[in-house]
């Protein structure tokens, strides 16, 4: 019989609501999962074990006394430090906001907790989101549960590399350039970027306004499409969130792909990829034809200006949206300031590592004057035309596909000397968020280190309904085991 | 385009960042490298925002005004590094000579 850590939230959520289990006993279950397993992955930045339990019994106390418990009863949740819950800290991964404390509970993961979701803690991440590996955070390096040498992708890889060890049924990321997406990759997970508007962002530390989003890291596609139900829906207090109604995107999740066109992009050459994602990537599309889906070409010829894109746009969003960080109004002051420019220098400079600094330094560069049009401008250009070219794919194609990364969990420290190497492990992922399409990562194999690999599917704006009916099919067909080994781990 | 050490040091007093001599070295180095390659946009079409654009932003067109209670003052200054009588404190404001450029 399976461990209560190893269920899926759908199961643990059933089991709870039907009295089989408590919900308890799923905290304490997978608490005792975290002491084993943290010392190996180091995913958490702090654990709230006795709000858990205290909100675990809650929740039994409710449904011993007939009150409805919600969809997510006893789900164990792993948080990304950059989601404000009222009386928690929150550092996004930076020295700039020690000592902060959230003064509200961020919408999204307050309709999570209406849920009956339980949030153990909160996680490591790239400071401010900035990376793809989970090696810029302040505090610490998370390492890859299937091998304790790789990384765990990034940004969200504290949750990433939490649910695929066992710590909590699901992760709660954010995704700007491929940061839920990513990171589900490499840790053998499924990661949804919902469409622009889908979630609400009230409580979400912003880093780029244009691409943010709220997205869900799961063990299996249907709990990835329950949780996005309970995530998803307007806000009052977000403007840039859809009005629309909440989908249960369960419904209809099974009745699988045939006929459905299927979109591969031409300018994707998997003679470029390493031998095992040639491989796997290839397997993937033979996969989805026998699905019964049918595969037709599309053209993005801006395919490989996303990168150079992406890092003018997000660069440009976070240059603006991280100048609130001044060591007047939260966070880090700096102790020694003669006057406000040297405390908003020295706050500054002393609170914000490196990617940050260097982000928000490019971003400053993209927006001054004399450079303004040759990059924030054209970059802006390229991207209606990335749009233009994506929604003409998706009137051919019902999803278009890619891999998520161009390849599996690298090294830790091997990417961390040239930043722009690191960035082109977004390739993939950048075009569905600069264009605000949905896209789901999905777990298609492993390379030949034993290390996951992961199919990309991208939906039209607010479709994402069919793209987590393609995703559960194409999960059915690939027969993914999420079974992390902790290679590397000297003792057991 | 490749970047100098006075360019480095421009776009940081701009972003409000004091760099140490190392990282600036390190700055010129790894910022042009990544500036060269964004250099390759020019290659590129460009498109208008179009009616996929809006595909997307559909949301919120007709949000109501609702006026709602923001956060309670104590609350927000609960995490003020410094503050006084319900206002934030700051040091003296003063011009310092030479670190702001304007731009």
Partial sequence: ?492 | MELTIEEVRKIAALARLRLKPEEEAVFVGQLGKIVGYIDQLQRYETGSESDAALAVREADREAEDIPHECLPRDQFLANAPAAMDGFLLVPEVKKTGGEVVDE
């Fill in chain 1, 1 to 492: 019989m399976s461990e209560l850590w190893e269920l899926s939230a759908e199961e643990v959520a059933r089991r709870v609501r039907s009295r089989e289990v408590s919900a308890s006993e799923v905290v304490e279950s997978a608490l005792a999962r975290t002491a084993r397993v943290e010392p190996l992955i180091h995913a958490w930045l702090e654990l709230f074990q006795e709000d858990a339990r205290e909100r675990a019994a809650e929740i039994d106390g409710r449904i011993r006394s007939g009150d409805p418990a919600g969809p997510l009863a006893g789900v164990t949740v792993s948080l990304k430090d950059n989601l404000n819950v009222a009386g928690w800290p929150l550092t996004c991964g930076s020295k700039i906001l020690s000592g902060y404390v959230a003064p509200y509970t961020a919408t999204a993961i307050g309709q999570l907790l209406d849920a009956g979701a339980v949030i153990l803690g909160r996680a490591n991440m790239d400071e401010f989101a900035m990376g793809s590996s989970c090696e810029n955070s302040a505090y610490q390096i998370t390492c890859n549960p299937w091998d304790l040498a790789t990384v765990p992708g990034g940004s969200s890889g504290g949750p990433a590399a939490a649910v695929a060890a066992g710590c909590a049924a699901l992760g709660i990321g954010s995704d700007t350039g491929g940061s839920v997406r990513q990171p589900a990759a490499l840790c053998g997970l499924v990661g949804v970027k919902p469409t622009w508007g889908r979630v609400s962002r009230y409580g979400l530390v912003a880093f780029a306004s244009s691409t943010d989003q709220i997205g869900p890291l799961t063990r299996n596609v249907r709990d990835a499409a329950l949780s996005l139900s309970v995530l998803a829906g307007p806000d009052p207090r977000d403007s840039t969130c859809s009005s629309s109604p909440a989908e249960d995107y369960l419904a209809g999740i099974e009745e699988g792909i045939r006929g459905l066109k299927v979109g591969v992009i031409r300018e994707i050459d998997a003679s470029t990829f390493d031998p095992a994602s040639a491989r796997v990537w290839r397997e993937a599309l033979s996969r989805l034809e026998a699905a019964g889906a049918e595969l037709v070409e599309v053209s993005l010829p801006s395919l490989d200006a996303a990168i150079a894109v992406y890092y003018v746009i997000a660069t440009s969003e976070a240059s603006t949206n991280l100048a609130r960080f001044d060591g007047v109004r939260y966070g880090r002051r700096a102790e020694q300031a003669d006057n406000l420019l040297d405390l908003y220098l020295a706050s500054r400079s002393e609170g914000f590592g490196p990617e940050v600094k260097r982000r928000i330094m490019l971003g400053t560069f993209a927006l001054s004057s004399g450079y303004y049009e040759a990059y924030y401008g054209k970059a802006h250009g390229v991207l209606e035309r990335m749009r233009q070219e994506l929604h003409a794919a998706l009137d051919t194609a019902d999803v278009v596909v890619t891999p998520t990364a161009p390849g599996a969990a690298f090294g830790i420290g091997e990417k961390t000397d040239d930043p722009l190497a690191m960035y082109l492990s977004d390739i993939f992922t950048t075009p569905a968020s600069l264009t605000g399409l949905p896209a789901v990562s999905v777990p298609s194999g492993l390379d030949d280190r034993g290390l996951p690999l992961s199919l990309q599917i991208m939906g039209r704006p607010f479709e994402e309904a069919t793209v987590f009916r393609t995703a559960r099919a194409f999960e059915l067909q690939a027969s993914f085991r999420l079974a992390p080994e902790f290679r590397g781990a000297e003792a057991g």
